[in-house]
């Protein structure tokens, strides 16, 4: 019997996610009913939905494999890495630099998870996305996050 693997774990990753954060916030919180909605309803329909996907995936790993087993590639190194420093760096750096550089920064570090772009255009995209951000989160949602930290206005008062 062969499997794809890649689609066997992505499915395992999604049914444990699902399961757990959905049976979680289905024993903490009210879930109550459609038309009187509590906390946790959104929670654990979206859990549900994810095991729903997660279920697809994993027969879809059974159906569909490719004759040799594998099905999946190298991982991306690169990008994963990148990805992860952003968040990283983002997490740690945000109450300081404020929305605007750390949505800036999280897109730049993510911008060189793709191989051969440019400075420029990984410049250019980051500073869209920072401008994005700060439109949607600072200015129409009004996040509690300054757009710039402290760190820009250090000695001013």
Do not use: E, H, Q
């Amino acid at each position: 019997m062969s499997v794809n693997v890649k689609d066997l774990g992505t499915g395992l990753i999604f049914l444990g996610f699902g399961l757990g954060y959905g049976i979680n916030a289905y024993l903490t919180m009210r879930v109550g009913t459609p038309l009187n909605m509590g906390p946790g309803f959104f929670p654990v329909a979206l859990c549900f939905l994810l095991v729903a996907i997660g279920a697809v995936v994993l027969a879809r790993g059974f159906i569909l494999a490719d004759g040799n087993g594998s099905g999946s590639g190298a991982i991306a190194w690169r990008a994963v890495s990148a990805i992860t420093i952003s968040l990283v760096l983002f997490g740690a750096l945000v109450s300081m630099l404020g929305l605007l550089p750390g949505a800036f920064m999280i897109a730049f570090v993510t911008c060189l998870a793709k191989s051969g772009i440019s400075l420029r255009t990984a410049t250019l995209t980051s500073l869209g996305v920072a401008i994005f951000c700060a439109l949607v989160f600072g200015l129409l949602l009004k996040l509690p996050l300054p757009l710039l930290g402290p760190v820009f206005f250090y000695g001013r008062g």
